[in-house]
């Protein structure tokens, strides 16, 4: 099955400055990968997502680079702040079924 | 768009007893819905698929007989907490993905159980 690793497991930041996520995955088959913010106490919400037939993908701060070579992703946030803080999970899944999610990452942007 | 609701947000039970958690897509319909655990700060357990219509498929180690998952309609899922007991206590949540075939799947609020 699919394996996700994700790197690192903390990430404290500078307010304004960048916060760089990655994730791998062993399935070369996987083709969608999304990513959720999750708030303390609260479900996933996802910020972003990209597809296999696409390298990158920007929203407003926030972009998802692919490497299907490599098989890795990668969540960039720029210009980050306050609310940004809270743990994020990368996911791979094949056509949306089972989604296999990474560990997640606990980001701390300091004022 | 796509927000999907879960109740009760937050349940306290005392051991032996069920608890019923309501998973509800509120503006679109979802063929199928998804449950998973959360343990404090790990990542989400898939526990069971749930089509609507048809029987749920279990992840492998969980009980289908403990957590038994009822998906009545395309808007709503269900999963009973049978005799529940303290290491049951968890944070539960909810997903749907949209019948319209994206891939994306929408998270819940979560229901926080705890089991005494």
């Known amino acids: 099955g699919e394996n996700v690793e994700q790197h690192p497991s903390t990430l404290s930041v500078q307010e304004g400055d960048s916060a760089v996520i990655k994730c791998t995955y062993s399935?070369?088959?996987?083709?969608?990968f999304p990513w959720y913010k999750q708030e303390l106490g609260k479900g996933p919400q996802l910020i972003i997502d990209i597809r296999s037939n696409v390298g990158e993908k920007k929203d407003q701060r926030i972009a998802v680079t692919l490497n299907k070579t490599a098989k890795h992703f990668s969540l960039h946030i720029t210009e980050t702040q306050p609310e940004d803080s809270a743990v994020y999970f990368c996911a791979a899944s094949l056509r949306g079924n089972q989604f296999y999610f990474g560990t997640g990452t606990s980001l701390t942007v300091i004022p | 768009g796509a927000v999907v609701s879960q109740h009760p947000s937050r349940v306290i039970c005392k051991s032996g007893t069920s608890v019923k958690i309501e998973c509800r897509s509120l503006?679109?319909?979802?063929?199928?819905m998804f449950w998973y655990r959360q343990f404090p700060k790990q990542s989400l357990m898939l526990m069971a698929t749930?089509?609507?219509?048809?029987?749920?498929?279990?992840e492998q180690g969980v009980e289908k007989d403990k957590f038994l998952i009822n998906h009545a309609s395309l808007t709503l899922s269900t999963l009973t907490v049978t005799s529940a007991h303290p290491e049951d206590s968890s944070f539960y949540i909810c997903?749907?993905?949209?019948?319209?075939?994206?891939?994306?799947?929408?998270f819940g609020p979560g229901t926080r159980l705890l089991v005494l």
């Open positions: 749930s089509n609507e219509g048809s029987k749920a498929t279990y």
């Open positions: 997903s749907a993905r949209n019948r319209l075939g994206k891939e994306t799947q929408y």
């Open positions: 399935d070369s088959a996987s083709n969608y």
């Open positions: 503006d679109f319909q979802a063929t199928t």
